[in-house]
């Protein structure tokens, strides 16, 4: 038997973790593998078992799993963001969860044929959002304006409502007279709303306190913070049902907008968890369907689906959005997304089991028709919101632009040869003699600390797609690039060596994981690169074809000639690195620091008629 419950939770983080590496790898939303392995693991080969597995525990798990998730979703909002989108947000969790409710409710009943009691239950569980896959997919798209911040708002804060709701709904069901049920969800709305907001601020007020006396040492730091969000979520939820939801979410809210303590180290943990619970729960959850269920995904179901998709979401976006500033491409973004993920997936399974302890009959359907939903959601808008976000001008693909930590005069030179060449670039210095040239050059800077936590948020990083930590001060420059790796991928974080004496004690200054990659080479620190441009060097742009080769180019400046950037024909931007040696190819356009950057580049026919004054052409590509 222990042998069957090893293999069974094995399965469980074998399945998750492989599904987000695939989904990855090829490009798909990550809930769709997870449903499919899940579905695969349980009704169809039989191989995993939950209920079997976890028994009575199940659903306890998973309920304070969903709220560690929901917890971390409410570290990434920023009440800042609501001074411009306050209204709409307000309207999208209020309107929009009422129309959603209402027509979704409708359609459940007159589309797949629901009865009236489970398809108001049904609607309420499908007001919620899904902040697992909306998240994701917003780091993927990045759009620009508010509609991303919107979007990410909702998603969270709609879900403890929408889970509040659903059990609201649940007990009036169960209730007696259509006065007292509809009494019991308006009251214990407000109640939820309460309990929720007070336990939240106590639970956050807690960890701020406890960090910023240093009452717990830094290894306990994450597990006393994962206490209290768990403590206050059954508190509240002790009180009034599933208010704990709103608890986690307030608390989250509370520790990402203080300016107490640093909890850059708890994000980072959250973060690292949700993967590892998201993984888990969806294939969990997916494994619990039966055959039978699975034969209630139908053509009728699918017709519901569209509905949801087709007319419910339009419709409660079009009156949510009504006077905003918000333009059309801008809603109809907005109206494409909508994905349910775990917390609708959680609700509906528990509920099922609810329902049928309880003998009410014809309540079967819920389970399947949500997770119909599920998969139809996620598929569809996480397939389809990048291509829609490029369409509507919202996005830029694949962003080719460079952020530069640091904006003395030789990184100006560079950031604007690179502007020049079509690519965006943004500035961040906290010289302002250094950002008040940079805005006379006519580049975008800005003066703020990189490593300020607001930062992300109080700068426009449209088109920008990786960083360039340029700074005199190396530990600097090492947290910078650590500071943007959520953001661009440790790929596209980079930084000036450190000033050491050989190869080996620069590796040692920094480990990999903690500082970004280093730049052009290896001997390129800011000390050393200051100092050739006050002798002469400059940047220098070259276009390599068959008759001037990058062989030739080295040829003509030697090997003090630095490259920085390779732009291939495809307008694509690669940062050279010490990882390696450059490889420019024939049709690229080389962007290098050389010491006579008023020099031509010459093919061999002309080198041999001019060499006599060779020297003095200062004609070529530059």
């Not at 590496?21 to 090829?26: E, F, G, S, Y």
């Not at 703020?448 to 700068?459: F, G, P, R």
């Amino acid at each position: 038997m222990s042998e069957q419950m090893l293999f069974g939770l094995a399965s469980i983080i074998v399945l998750g973790i492989l599904a987000q590496w695939l989904a990855w790898r090829i490009h798909l939303p990550s809930i769709l593998l997870l449903l499919v392995f899940g579905m695969l693991a349980g009704p169809a080969l039989g191989i995993l078992h939950p209920d079997e597995l976890f028994g009575n525990l199940l659903f306890p798990l998973v309920s304070v799993s969903v709220a560690i998730i929901l917890f971390e979703g409410g570290l990434s909002l920023r009440l800042d963001e609501l001074r411009q989108i306050g209204r709409t947000v307000r309207n999208l969790i209020t309107i929009g969860i009422l129309v959603t409710w209402v027509l979704a409710a409708l359609g459940a009943h007159v589309i797949a044929g629901v009865d009236w009691a489970p398809a108001v239950l049904l609607g309420a569980i499908l007001v919620v959002s899904g902040p697992t896959v909306i998240i994701p997919l917003l780091r993927h798209i990045r759009p620009s304006g508010n509609v991303g911040a919107i979007v990410k708002w909702e998603g969270i804060v709609n879900d403890p409502v929408g889970a509040v709701l659903a059990v609201l709904v649940f007990e009036a069901m169960i209730s007696r007279g259509m006065g007292e049920g509809t009494w019991q969800v308006v009251s214990g709305v407000f109640q939820a709303v309460f309990f929720g907001v007070i336990f939240g601020i106590v639970g956050a007020v807690a960890i701020i306190l406890l960090l910023k006396r240093y009452l717990i040492p830094d290894f306990l730091q994450n597990p006393v913070s994962l206490m209290v969000v768990i403590t206050a979520y059954v508190g509240s939820n002790a009180i009034q049902g599933e208010s704990g939801l709103v608890a986690v979410t307030v608390m989250g809210i509370i520790l990402a907008n203080q300016r107490y303590v640093s909890i850059h180290h708890i994000v980072e943990f959250k973060e690292n968890l949700r993967v590892l619970l998201i993984s888990s729960l969806f294939v969990i959850l997916a494994a619990r369907l039966t055959g039978e269920q699975l034969a209630l995904f139908d053509a009728v179901n699918w017709l519901f689906v569209a509905f949801l998709i087709v007319i419910v979401r339009p419709v409660a976006v079009a009156l949510s959005t009504r006077g905003s500033s918000l333009n059309w491409k801008e809603r109809l973004f907005v109206a494409w997304m909508a994905p349910r993920g775990i917390v609708a997936a959680a609700v509906a399974s528990v509920f099922a089991i609810e329902l049928s302890d309880l003998g009410l009959h014809n309540c079967e359907c819920l389970v399947p028709l949500t997770f119909q939903v599920i998969i139809g959601t996620v598929a569809l808008y996480g397939l389809t919101a990048p291509f829609l976000a490029r369409y509507l001008k919202l996005s830029t693909p694949d962003p080719q632009g460079v952020l530069f930590a640091g904006a003395p005069p030789w990184v100006r030179s560079i950031a604007a040869l690179l502007r020049e060449q079509g690519f965006p670039v943004v500035l961040v210095d906290t010289n302002w003699g250094n950002i008040t040239a940079a805005r006379t050059e006519g580049l975008t800077a800005y003066y703020a600390d990189i490593l300020s936590e607001n930062l992300m948020h109080d700068i426009h990083l449209d088109g920008i797609g990786r960083i360039l930590a340029m700074t005199p001060n190396d530990e600097v420059n090492a947290l910078s690039a650590l500071h943007f790796v959520d953001i661009f991928g440790r790929s596209e974080v980079y930084q000036l060596s450190p000033v050491k004496k050989s190869s080996a004690e620069r590796r040692a200054f920094v480990p990999q994981h903690l500082r970004g990659r280093y730049l052009f080479d290896e001997a390129a620190t800011y000390a050393s690169l200051t100092g050739r441009f006050r002798a002469g060097a400059g940047v220098k742009k070259s276009h390599l074809s068959e008759e001037y080769t990058y062989e030739q180019f080295r040829e003509r400046y030697g090997d003090s000639a630095i490259p920085m950037f390779i732009i291939t024909e495809a307008k694509k931007l690669h940062v050279c690195s010490a990882d390696g040696p450059p490889d420019p190819k024939t049709g690229d356009v080389l962007i290098s620091i050389v010491d006579d950057p008023d020099a031509g580049d010459e093919t061999p026919a002309e080198k041999a008629r001019h060499h006599k004054n060779h020297d003095e052409n200062k004609g070529g590509s530059s």
